[in-house]
């Protein structure tokens, strides 16, 4: 096991601080939510507008998932590409699905503005970098997608990537100017309080132990309490923890990490040139890695892989040999930040949602873009669930969903992270 001391710094920054009660009692409700991430937030903020008597129960405290653990990138659309997409789903279900991921990151920087979400959020595109030969070609093919759809996207050169990122290693870099950066944690705990502000009811610390349905109603239970409600949705995703041996459906998902590391605020004079235009940036490694600012000018290095276990040292190297490699004046900079968060991917990478008994859903599986998507499908569910209609959610509901082979898969992505990062390492003795 390796020393993992925990240091999140969107937790350890955040200007939003949300608080809630834990259940007591037994309540009624017209929804109850499980799960207080961007998908529950999200819709116990829609349902609240639209006048639902809405609860949400939370384990631990809001954000406490992959919400308050991610990168921050706000994009317009999953990891894989559009096309991919529609070959997956089809013309017609995939057109519906990249249009509506193509407008989230509106909804996202709607939703900071009109509630005065204090997160830092910054609607200055993201750089998708080409780390080698073949990534730009990825990028190039990206572009005629992404063009073919209208989308304002625009493939940088090498030099302009250099003075756009403040490092020379990448080939190019696709420049989408919808996304943008957040600090997800602070969003998070805003969308919380936004919700209560119109009417929900939001309860921290109140891991549900039970959920079952009575054939009118659903009961959800917690140590201290209930919520007796008409719909339910479920919205525990990477994060779920509830032993559903009552034969309910749960989420099934291949849980991958995804680490990040921050340094101290640099001084003005640097970030002058490290990223100056303030663009979030992913890189086009099979291994993806991300790196961006935040508010104080600290700069932050991620990549798949856990913290948690003896294989993790090499993930800590390789953290600061890339940041070396970016930046080699940094080469010695101190990372005062560390942490990981679990991504739910699902097989084909896609979200799920699926139909619980009589109107309940459960939604997850972002695949490690749940920032914009997480908050629309919170938006669509809350709507559907008012209004009984399925056609405003971005995906067919499923009646069931399963995979096998979840764990075999779990331990072959870690697996591979740590062999990635170590061949990086070796590609770069001398950083
Ligand atoms: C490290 C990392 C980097 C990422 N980077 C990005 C990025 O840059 N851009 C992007 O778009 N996406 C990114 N993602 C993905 C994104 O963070 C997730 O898809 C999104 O946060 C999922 O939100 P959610 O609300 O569905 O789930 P979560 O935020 O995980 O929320 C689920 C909640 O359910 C609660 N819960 C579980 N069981 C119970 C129970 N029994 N009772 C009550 N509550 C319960 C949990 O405590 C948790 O708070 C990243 C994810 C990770 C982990």
């Not at 590409?81 to 996202?108: C, F, H, M, Q, S």
């Not at 302009?160 to 490092?167: D, E, L, Q, V």
């Not at 699926?354 to 873009?369: A, K, P, Q």
Request: aromatic fraction near 6%.
């Amino acid at each position: 096991m390796s020393a993992y001391v925990e240091r999140n710094l969107w937790c350890e920054t955040a200007a939003e601080s949300f608080a809630g009660d834990p259940l007591e009692g037994d309540r009624v409700a017209d929804l109850a939510i499980v799960g207080g991430g961007f998908t529950g937030c999200s819709a116990a903020l829609h349902a609240a507008e639209q006048g639902v008597d809405v609860r949400l129960l939370e384990a631990e405290r809001v954000g406490h998932g992959g919400s308050g653990r991610n990168v921050g990138l706000v994009n317009a659309g999953l990891w894989m590409p559009p096309d991919d997409i529609g070959e997956l789903l089809g013309r017609e279900a995939g057109a519906k699905l990249n249009r509506a991921l193509a407008r989230a990151p509106d909804l996202v920087f709607s939703l900071i503005e009109r509630h005065g979400i204090d997160c830092h959020a910054a609607r200055n595109g993201t750089l998708h970098c080409a780390h080698s030969k073949k990534g730009l070609r990825e990028l190039r093919s990206r572009l005629a997608q992404q063009l073919s759809r209208d989308a304002p996207v625009e493939l940088l050169d090498a030099e302009h990537t250099r003075a756009r990122t403040g490092t020379g290693v990448f080939h190019g870099a696709l420049f989408d100017e919808r996304a943008g950066t957040i600090e997800p944690f602070a969003y998070c705990q805003g969308l919380a309080r936004a919700a209560v502000e119109q009417g929900a009811r939001i309860h921290e610390s109140s891991p549900v132990t039970s959920i079952s349905h009575d054939g009118n109603a659903w009961h959800v239970q917690t140590a201290t309490g209930s919520v007796t409600a008409r719909a339910l949705l479920l919205a525990t995703n990477a994060y779920h923890q509830l032993d559903t041996d009552t034969g309910m459906a749960e989420p099934v998902f291949t849980p991958v990490h995804f680490f990040q590391f921050a340094t101290r605020p640099l001084p003005p004079e640097r970030l002058e040139s490290i990223l100056p235009g303030g663009e979030g940036c992913w890189d086009t490694g099979t291994v993806m890695s991300a790196f961006r600012r935040d508010h104080e000018g600290r700069l932050l290095v991620g990549s798949l892989g856990a913290l948690d276990h003896a294989g993790s040292s090499v993930h800590r190297g390789w953290a600061r040999k890339k940041l070396a490699a970016l930046f080699p004046d940094l080469k010695s900079e101190p990372l005062e930040y560390a942490w990981h968060g679990r991504i739910a991917m699902t097989a084909d990478h896609l979200p799920k949602i699926v139909r619980l008994n009589d109107n309940g859903l459960m939604i997850f599986g972002y695949s490690g873009r749940g920032i914009g998507p997480g908050t629309l499908f919170g938006q669509t569910a809350a709507e559907a669930i008012a209004t009984g209609s399925e056609d405003v959610l971005p995906l067919a509901v499923l009646d069931n969903y399963s995979e096998r082979n979840t764990g075999l898969r779990r331990r072959f992505f870690e697996a591979g992270a740590v062999a990635d990062h170590a061949a990086w390492m070796g590609r770069h003795p001398f950083v």
